[in-house]
Structure formats: C-alpha cells, structure tokens
T-cell receptor, first 108, second 114 residues
Framework: LAKTTQPISMDSYEGQEVNITCSHNNIATNDYITWYQQFPSQGPRFIIQGYKTKVTNEVASLFIPADRKSSTLSLPRVSLSDTAVYYC?????????FGSGTQLTVLP | ETGVTQSPTHLIKTRGQQVTLRCSSQ?????VSWYQQALGQGPQFIFQ???????GRGNFPPRFSGLQFPNYSSELNVNALELDDSALYLC?????????????FGAGTRLSVL
C-alpha cells in the first residue's frame, strides 16, 4: 500500500478556499486517490475520488498532477461546519489504511 | 446519511467480559468491514467479510471475530476484553467488484472497558 503524508493540522477562516496536499510517492499504476472527512464521534464520510487530472463534485475538487505523486483536496469557501479531520488514502485495497489525517479548523 | 446503522451507540463493559456489536449494511452492498479507532488516531482495519466469509484481516488477535449474515448485516465479537479495547468501532459497507472501492461508514459504537 502506498504511504501518504499530509499536514497534521491547518487553520483557515470562513469563506476562504482551503487546499490540503497529500504526498504519495509510491503510488501504483492502478491506485485511486480517495479523500474522507470525519467529524468527532462519527464515521468517516467519502468526499471525493480520482485517478488523474481534476475531479470536481458538489463539495470539493481534487487536483492530481501528471506524475500522480501528490494530490490536492480543494474546499471552496469553507464554513465553520467544515472543521473536521481529512484523510487522504491511496490504493484500491480490500481494506482502507488511514493515517492520522489533517485536522482542519475553520475560524470565524 | 450513509444507510449504514450500528448498535448500540455506546457500551460500557468491564475487563474480561465479551461484547457483540452490530451493523446493518447499506442496501445492495455485499461487503462489510470493521475498523477500530482509538482517540486521536485514524481508523485501523480489523477485518472484512464478503458473502459471509472473512475476506481479509488486519493486525488484530483472534479474540476479535465476526459474522456476516445472508442479509449482509454483520456482527463484531470481542472476547476477554482489555482496557486497550476502549475505542470507537466503525462498520463500513461497500460493493466488492465496483470500480471504485468506496466504503460507507456508520456512526460507530463507542466501547468503554473499565
């Protein structure tokens, strides 16, 4: 399984765009990149998944450069309710391997 | 709302006891996975069940066992509870064979071992 590295924590203010970058140097050819969001005392929630270039859905965008060794989750115009832990996962294994994630704190 | 429900939401046990946690998968999903999440950590994979058979296991001892039923609901059983078993236990359902391995999580069961 490809190892991922992401910042431990980030702070932002309401209304700003937030970009969280994940490094995955050992990504394999068939691996997908998936991001989950988790609020305290809740299960992780799927946000977005991509393989290459750019993927956008109603809540986020995922940017993946050509070499696929990193990816950036972009959250447009965050609000206080976006305060959560964000996990970057790589692969398409039976089991998901979560790191410690990035604690995003949105300030008023 | 993921359609994955877990029960109970909270549970308190004492060391040495046994516990059973339950999970109802999202409709149409054939695979269920269980994860343990200690405070401040990411979820750790315990095992996965597909068509009522174990289909992968993480680094957990045999006293962690599971069942999947024909209706795809599932149980996690933990015997001889230890203090370190105190955690949030998460169930996730998915469709094995789908192009994307997206897992849908329940809200979890908070287990406290005293």
């Amino acid at each position: 399984l490809a190892k991922t590295t992401q910042p431990i924590s980030m702070d932002s203010y309401e209304g700003q765009e937030v970009n969280i970058t994940c490094s995955h140097n050992n990504i394999a050819t068939n691996d997908y990149i998936t991001w989950y969001q988790q609020f305290p005392s809740q299960g992780p929630r799927f946000i977005i998944q991509g393989y290459k270039t750019k993927v956008t859905n109603e809540v986020a965008s995922l940017f993946i450069p050509a070499d696929r060794k990193s990816s950036t989750l972009s959250l447009p115009r965050v609000s206080l309710s976006d305060t959560a832990v964000y996990y970057c996962l790589v692969g398409r294994p039976r089991q998901l391997t979560f790191g410690s994630g990035t604690q995003l704190t949105v300030l008023p | 709302e993921t359609g994955v429900t877990q029960s109970p939401t909270h549970l308190i046990k004492t060391r040495g006891q046994q516990v059973t946690l339950r999970c109802s998968s999202q409709s149409g999903h054939n695979t269920v996975s269980w994860y343990q999440q200690a405070l401040g950590q990411g979820p750790q994979f315990i095992f996965q069940y597909y068509r009522e058979e174990e289909n992968g296991r993480g680094n957990f001892p045999p006293r962690f066992s599971g069942l999947q039923f024909p209706n795809y609901s599932s149980e996690l059983n933990v015997n001889a509870l230890e203090l370190d078993d105190s955690a949030l236990y998460l169930c996730a359902s998915s469709l094995l064979g789908a192009r994307e391995n997206i897992q849908y999580f329940g809200a979890g069961t908070r287990l406290s071992v005293l």
